[in-house]
């Protein structure tokens, strides 16, 4: 089939920190590999917790990839690729929606991973319009470090309110919603307490 006829698609990879998004992500994109596909995979300049260019999951599996400052990139330097994975699309500009449908018009398999809510359980940049426009959406679940149920929530120790703040255990922590929503009341409750210790 000529790549002009060819029916593209958008699969979504969603979920909270530590829940195996990338390692979904490099998964199928191993196997479109294995399948003779050509792949490119991108990430976003900002990440470089694990490595400079590759994509790392916590699990410290990788795969090769290209790091671009903005979306509209991605389209330049997709080529004549068959699939092109996306890992941590919530870092990216709003265009990311736009070059995913692009790509997906023109033939191209499209596998995103990124965070769907941000640490104040909020919609987390393009992520909630890739939803809506993908073919395929898989949420992953983690599992909460208080109840040891299964967690959508990323939740952030410190205090900072900072939308954007790369990290790993150290300030984020996977929890169920009651969890999550029971930490946010807690902070809110140290916000509002007067500091007392100076005086």
Same mark, same amino acid.
Request: hydrophobic share 35%; net charge negative.
């Given at each position: 089939m000529l790549r002009s006829e060819a029916s593209g698609t958008i699969e979504v990879i969603c979920g909270c920190m530590f829940s195996g998004k990338t390692e979904e992500l490099i998964r199928r994109l191993r196997r479109a590999t294995? *399948?003779?596909?050509?792949?490119?995979?991108?990430?976003? $300049?900002? =990440?470089?917790?694990?490595? /400079?260019s590759e994509v790392v999951s916590?699990?410290?599996?990788?795969?090769?990839?290209?790091?671009? /400052?903005?979306a509209s990139d991605i389209?330049?330097?997709? &080529?004549?690729? =068959?699939?092109? &994975?996306?890992?941590?699309?919530q870092f990216f500009d709003q265009e990311l929606v736009e070059v995913c449908r692009k790509l997906a018009n023109s033939g191209k398999r499209v596998?995103? *991973? &990124?965070l769907d809510m941000d640490a104040n359980g909020e919609p987390f940049g393009p992520m909630p319009y890739l939803l809506a426009i993908a073919e395929f959406v898989?949420?992953?679940? *983690?599992?909460? $470090?208080?109840? &040891?149920?299964l967690a959508s929530f990323s939740f952030k120790t410190t205090d900072s309110?900072? $939308?954007?703040e790369l990290g790993e255990? =150290?300030?984020?922590?996977?929890?169920?919603?009651?969890?999550?929503?029971?930490?946010q009341r807690?902070?809110?409750r140290r916000k509002e307490k007067p500091n007392t210790d100076n005086g």
């Open positions: 294995i *399948a003779k596909q050509q792949v490119e995979i991108f990430k976003p $300049t900002i =990440d470089k917790r694990y490595h /400079e916590h699990n410290h599996n990788s795969i090769r990839s290209t790091p671009v /400052e903005f389209l330049f330097l997709a &080529g004549d690729s =068959d699939v092109i &994975g996306i890992d941590e699309a596998v995103v *991973a &990124g898989t949420k992953l679940h *983690a599992i909460c $470090t208080i109840s &040891g149920g309110e900072q $939308t954007v255990q =150290d300030i984020y922590q996977a929890r169920s919603r009651k969890y999550f929503y029971e930490g807690e902070k809110a």
